[in-house]
């Protein structure tokens, strides 16, 4: 069991900012691409933002420009900055690692973001 532990989510309007936190093991931010990924009720879980290896990021479309994925090793901690924020970017974000070797995948528990008009 890997605990991934995010913080950060809330109520907010829209054309604001939110920065949500996950805090996991050292050992696993070592071996492990870490992402953001969200679900919107009634849709599927969908990819955010990750690292891809190499300092690389890979975003979605919809957050392009707006979200920033990174990372503070000191801290043991990978961010999401969420700016200009939309609606449509309500949903429960959850941090993911992806373990490289082995290919397994790891949640946090999931934090609300909820954006109003």
């Known amino acids: 069991q890997v605990d991934l532990v995010e913080s950060g989510g809330g109520l907010v309007q829209a054309g604001t900012s939110l920065r949500l936190s996950c805090t996991a093991p050292e050992i696993v931010l070592r071996v492990s691409r870490m992402g953001w990924y969200r679900q919107a009720p009634g849709k599927q879980r969908e990819l955010v933002a990750v690292?891809?290896?190499?300092?690389?990021?890979n975003y979605a479309d919809a957050v392009k420009g707006r979200f920033t994925i990174s990372r503070d090793n000191a801290k043991n901690t990978v961010y999401l900055q969420m700016n200009s924020l939309k609606v449509e970017d309500t949903a429960v974000y959850y941090c993911n690692a992806h373990t490289v070797l082995q290919g397994r995948d790891f949640w946090g528990q999931g934090t609300q973001v909820t954006v109003s008009s």
């Open positions: 690292f891809t290896g190499g300092g690389s990021t």
